[in-house]
């Protein structure tokens, strides 16, 4: 498939999402807010990929949405109807929430590969990742409050789930900048590598781990994990349970049993 601020290959059973707008540092534009949504969506749909990769080209990884875009929502102004005028506003927000609920929403896990900057928005989009690392010269900040605004695509809403809240709080009123070795500290990334070509290289070696297990069974944690944040334990229980009296007597587990008892690797359909 062709983007035009992306590029998108899979290799391994593992899709390889690289924002590609190197130019303007990886901001959004509209075109790049769409193209996220269609990739993540596709990823969702195609059985041969069981896992993604997230990472930027450039300088950095995501310096957020573009200025530009942003500005022109300052034509929304000339709406003379108060209630009219934030109906667009809202419409707005809701398309570009959508664009990165597609990461969260989709079926296979998605693992972000940050490097130098990983700005407002761009923080948004990893909080949406199933797991997170960064090289050394990573940074993340929530921009938003020296631009005036409140975050508003996600990273208020997903980041306090695994991120202390009063961390988040705090990054969130300040904008400050929070470096690799924090990242990990608080829970914002998994691990942190020595530069850009180490990172890709290990997250890619993880990704390869988890594309060799069961599809359905990746799916399901996936699924489950996702249900369980925002849910009772007895609710995510419940869940489970009714996952599994759908799920559990795939053809992956006799595969799974039948290599166990033959100490062979498994090989799972797509």
Request: hydrophobic content about 40%; proline content about 3%; charged content about 25%.
């Amino acid at each position: 498939m062709a983007y035009e601020h992306f590029k998108y290959t899979v290799e391994n059973k593992v899709a390889h999402v690289v924002i590609n707008r190197p130019e303007k540092v990886n901001s959004f534009n509209e075109t790049t807010w769409k193209e996220l949504k269609a990739i993540f969506e596709l990823i969702d749909k195609e059985p041969e990929v069981r896992v993604a990769v997230l990472s930027g080209e450039g300088k950095l990884f995501c310096a957020g949405i573009d200025l530009q875009m942003l500005m022109s929502v300052k034509n929304l102004e000339d709406i003379e109807c108060g209630g009219r005028r934030s109906e667009k506003i809202l419409n707005f927000i809701h398309e570009l929430q959508e664009s990165i609920n597609a990461i969260e929403k989709c079926s296979k896990p998605v693992l972000a590969a940050t490097h130098n900057g990983c700005i407002g928005g761009g923080v948004d989009i990893i909080a949406a990742c199933d797991l997170r690392y960064c090289s050394d010269d990573a940074y993340f900040t929530i921009k938003e409050i020296d631009m005036g605004m409140v975050a508003d695509l996600g990273t208020l809403q997903r980041l306090p789930k695994f991120v202390k809240p009063a961390i988040v709080a705090e990054m969130a009123y300040t904008g400050r900048k929070v470096g690799a070795a924090e990242a990990k500290e608080i829970g914002l990334v998994n691990n942190h590598f020595t530069d850009k070509e180490t990172l890709l290289s290990e997250v890619q070696k993880l990704a390869e781990t988890i594309a060799s297990k069961s599809p359905i069974s990746i799916r399901g944690t996936k699924e489950i994990l996702r249900h369980t944040r925002d849910h009772s334990v007895a609710d995510g229980l419940h869940h489970m349970a009714v996952w599994n009296s759908a799920m559990l007597l795939s053809d992956d587990l006799t595969a799974a049993f039948m290599a166990a008892m033959s100490k062979q690797t498994p090989d799972f359909k797509d």
